[in-house]
């Protein structure tokens, strides 16, 4: 069976609400009515039971009967039934009225061939317990009549009120969800090819606002992570097609002419230092991808930051000297985190630092902590990084030195990818500053 849509929905439920409403408001005014119509033939009774009673104040009058006929003209609906102590009937104003009446006291309403009575039972005289018993029945026919064509009206106006409701409703929801019927074109329109697609946010009413908001920047993320991910394969081909070529052009060479076995021993070592790139180059990029996916789970070990820092600074001394940099440490602090891994993240950053340090330069490391939150320095003198590079300094494969944007065995931009999927395994974060005398890359670890 097929679902209904939400303007059907909503069109059937504006009929429904509509519906009760009236119905309830109806029946609301058809007892206010009958009530109405109760109270006035009370009234109506209860001045005739007077007259009735003023009348036949003495029954043995020959001038009862003239009085009484007086009192009844008035009324023509009107009719009286007298009846004795013991229930004989002594006189009846009309020869139409029912055989049997009721008996109870005061006010009660009978039907009798179609004929509807508002009956009145009450004694002539009140202080007599052997009084005469005066019935005065009222037709109120009309009056039924005119609730019955009330009922039919109201059912009548629920009907129309719910079907007019339910176009009106139908219209309205349709005109009001307009703006998801453009969100969903727009949605079904993007693709790979077209991501640029936006919502107009300014002409979306205010309850849609915040969605159309949110699917834009639903579709600027898509957009920038597949225009990230076209550049990273595109990177992925351009890193890996200069050692393919190499190791393509220097196994044909090697293998146009027979060669001394010293020579297929050198090519090999040649070819082995490709690969070994290239191996490497792959388990960066599988280190990567379980960072995306949240793989990365760092073992949880108290650190002594200023003595992992000694060792790193230990490792890269020799380097350091024929650079003619020189290193430095200051503060300590302590902190629950993988070794390797911030090893690692420690490495990447002075390797940088050391190769893009001018001789006679000086790289410090800084460790700061407070009790908000725990912070290290990276520091290195030189020339600094163009603020427009800074932004994209964490992109994979890419490398702030044009000189070195091709293939290279030794770096291919993914150092400070793989630095700052660490630091955020560890639930920090890291950021980069640069001017003309000093860059720093600043890691920082809240409490």
């Known amino acids: 069976m097929r679902r209904l849509s939400l303007s059907s929905r909503l069109?059937?439920?504006?009929?429904?609400?509509?519906?009760?409403?009236?119905?309830?408001?109806?029946?609301?005014?058809?007892?206010?009515?009958?009530?109405?119509?109760?109270?006035?033939?009370?009234?109506?009774?209860?001045?005739?039971?007077?007259?009735?009673?003023?009348?036949?104040?003495?029954?043995?009058?020959?001038?009862?009967?003239?009085?009484?006929?007086?009192?009844?003209?008035?009324?023509?609906?009107?009719?009286?039934?007298?009846?004795?102590?013991?229930?004989?009937?002594?006189y009846d104003s009309s020869a139409r009225l029912p055989e049997k009446l009721p008996h109870i006291p005061g006010l009660s309403t009978l039907n009798d061939g179609g004929t509807d009575y508002r009956v009145l039972n009450a004694p002539l005289f009140v202080d007599r317990p052997d009084s005469p018993q005066l019935t005065l029945l009222l037709d109120i026919t009309h009056h039924q009549h005119f609730l019955q064509r009330?009922?039919?009206?109201?059912?009548?106006?629920?009907?129309?009120?719910?079907?007019?409701?339910?176009?009106?409703?139908?219209?309205?929801?349709?005109?009001?969800?307009?703006?998801?019927?453009?969100?969903?074109?727009?949605?079904?329109?993007?693709?790979?090819?077209?991501?640029?697609?936006?919502?107009?946010?300014?002409?979306?009413?205010?309850?849609?606002?915040?969605?159309?908001?949110?699917?834009?920047?639903?579709?600027?993320?898509?957009?920038?992570?597949?225009?990230?991910?076209s550049a990273f394969s595109?990177?992925?081909?351009?890193?890996?097609?200069?050692?393919?070529?190499?190791?393509?052009?220097?196994t044909q060479v090697t293998l146009t002419r027979p060669r001394p076995i010293e020579d297929y021993r050198e090519a090999l070592h040649s070819n082995l230092e490709e690969l070994q790139w290239m191996a490497q180059l792959v388990n960066d990029m599988l280190y990567l991808a379980k960072a995306d996916?949240?793989?990365?789970?760092?073992?949880?070990?108290?650190?002594?930051?200023?003595?992992?820092?000694?060792?790193?600074?230990?490792?890269?001394?020799?380097?350091?000297?024929?650079?003619?940099?020189?290193?430095?440490?200051?503060?300590?602090?302590?902190?629950?985190?993988?070794r390797s891994m911030l090893r690692r993240a420690l490495s990447n950053l002075l390797d940088n630092a050391l190769r893009f340090t001018p001789?006679?330069?000086?790289?410090?490391?800084?460790?700061?902590?407070?009790?908000?939150?725990?912070?290290?320095?990276?520091?290195?003198?030189?020339i600094g990084i163009p603020q427009t590079q800074l932004p994209r300094l964490f992109d994979r494969f890419y490398r702030a030195d044009p000189a070195r944007r091709e293939g290279s065995s030794e770096h291919a931009g993914l150092g400070l990818a793989i630095t700052r999927s660490?630091?955020?395994?560890h639930g920090g974060d890291i950021t980069c500053t640069s001017d003309s005398q000093w860059t720093s890359f600043t890691i920082r670890f809240d409490k």
Do not use: Y
């Not at 043995?60 to 009286?80: F, G, K, P, T």
């Not at 000086?362 to 030189?382: C, F, K, P």
């Not at 660490?422 to 395994?425: D, G, K, L, S």
């Open 150 to 229: 009330m009922q039919h009206l109201i059912w009548l106006t629920v009907g129309l009120s719910a079907l007019a409701t339910a176009l009106l409703g139908a219209w309205a929801a349709r005109s009001g969800l307009r703006p998801l019927r453009s969100m969903s074109a727009i949605a079904s329109s993007v693709s790979a090819q077209s991501l640029n697609a936006r919502l107009p946010e300014e002409n979306m009413p205010s309850e849609l606002t915040e969605l159309a908001h949110s699917f834009n920047a639903m579709l600027g993320r898509l957009d920038d992570s597949f225009q990230r991910l």
């Open 234 to 250: 595109a990177d992925i081909a351009h890193e890996l097609r200069t050692p393919l070529s190499n190791l393509l052009t220097h």
């Open 11 to 90: 069109a059937l439920l504006f009929a429904a609400c509509t519906a009760v409403v009236s119905l309830f408001a109806g029946v609301l005014f058809s007892r206010a009515s009958e009530a109405h119509f109760i109270e006035l033939d009370q009234q109506l009774l209860d001045g005739k039971l007077i007259g009735l009673r003023r009348a036949l104040h003495d029954v043995q009058s020959s001038e009862s009967e003239v009085r009484l006929a007086d009192e009844l003209s008035q009324q023509a609906d009107l009719s009286l039934r007298i009846t004795g102590s013991d229930g004989q009937r002594w």
């Open 422 to 425: 660490i630091v955020r395994a």
């Open 293 to 338: 996916h949240g793989l990365l789970t760092p073992k949880r070990e108290s650190l002594e930051l200023a003595e992992e820092v000694d060792v790193l600074l230990e490792f890269f001394a020799p380097l350091a000297e024929d650079s003619r940099v020189t290193m430095s440490r200051e503060g300590n602090a302590q902190m629950e985190g993988d």
């Open 359 to 382: 001789q006679e330069g000086h790289v410090r490391v800084r460790i700061v902590e407070n009790a908000q939150s725990l912070r290290m320095d990276i520091e290195n003198t030189g």
